[in-house]
């Protein structure tokens, strides 16, 4: 396992994204909704920084089954109302964009006034839509990532650094 980002450098761009969403939303009332379960650490740290008004809804995407990539499910039933609200969206990692763009659908036919996206990683190279998340706080590389929410197998979520799986660590037997 390879640290990409320190538990410092992660927070620093968690306070620079906060930065930039409270700027450009002036304090109004913004409704932030997490994909779970990657973003739960990003979700914590993000609104601790928002001093506005917020809700917080969550959702959950799934489209991999074990180590196979499936179809994308989208659960919302945890979501709050969000007609005529101003929305943010966030997720973990942004890597194809199948699973913001599906997210993007299922509210916009909750009529939402606004919705913005923010992202703790983009990978570069790897996008199959025509979306680009309004924050990043960071671009990558095509590799495996672990930890701050990411996980493998159920696996690291709970580092608080982002690391890169090498390819021998993603044929071996899952920890715990």
């Known amino acids: 396992m390879r640290i990409l980002l320190t538990a410092e450098q992660i927070q620093s761009a968690v306070e620079r994204l906060a930065d930039e969403i409270r700027q450009r939303e002036q304090g109004r009332p913004l409704t932030v ?11 914590a ?9 917020l809700r917080v809804g969550v959702l959950q995407a799934r489209s991999y089954q074990g ?3 499936g179809v994308l499910s989208v ?17 973990d990692i942004f890597d194809t964009g199948y699973t913001l763009l599906e997210v993007l659908a299922l509210l916009d036919e909750l009529r939402p006034r606004s919705v913005r996206t923010a992202v703790l990683v983009r990978k570069t190279g790897k996008q199959r839509v025509d979306l680009r998340p309004d924050y990043v706080g960071f671009e990558i590389p095509d590799v495996y ?4 929410g990411l996980d493998y197998h159920d696996a690291y979520r709970n ?10 660590e993603l044929e071996a037997p899952v920890p715990g």
Do not use: C, W
């Not at 740290?45 to 008004?53: E, S, T």
């Open 75 to 91: 659960n919302a039933d945890m979501l709050p109302e969000v007609a005529g609200r101003d929305v943010l969206v966030i997720d």
């Open 33 to 43: 909704i997490a994909v779970m379960t990657g973003s739960i650490v990003f979700l």
């Open 145 to 148: 990532v672990v930890g701050y």
């Open 67 to 69: 180590s196979q990539r």
């Open 45 to 53: 740290d993000l609104i601790r920084k928002l001093d506005m008004p």
């Open 159 to 168: 580092l608080p650094y982002l690391a890169a799986l090498e390819p021998h």
